[in-house]
């Protein structure tokens, strides 16, 4: 498995994801997302895997206001904008080569694991 993890420190989450992975000895790279976020190609793949870039925005993210503006503006221009200020995304951003989650979510996580198995 190819696993990269996106996320903060400050993320409860992440920090559970990847002590998921530490516990089963599945390596990782950890990557912050305060300090280099998902670059657009990576983004799209993953909001394609994930069912779009809804599913990727966190409701309940600190910055009410960007979510507000994320929510109204025009589609075209909502992809950027999140780009550019990935803190409203749901962490975290979990990849496995083409696969793909965002939140905790370890459930998928195993099934991975088994198929990595057969």
Known sequence: MNIQIFGTKKSADTRKAERWFKERRIRFQAVDLAEKGLSKGEFQKVAQTVGGL?????????????????????????????????????????????????????????SWEQEEKQ
């Open 54 to 110: 809804d599913a990727m925005i966190d409701p309940d993210c600190r910055d009410k206001d960007l979510l507000a503006l994320i929510k109204y503006i025009a589609a075209e221009d909502r992809l950027q904008k999140v780009l550019e200020n990935q803190a409203v995304l749901k962490q975290p951003v979990v990849r496995n080569g083409s696969k793909a989650t965002v939140g905790y979510q370890p459930e998928v996580w195993k």
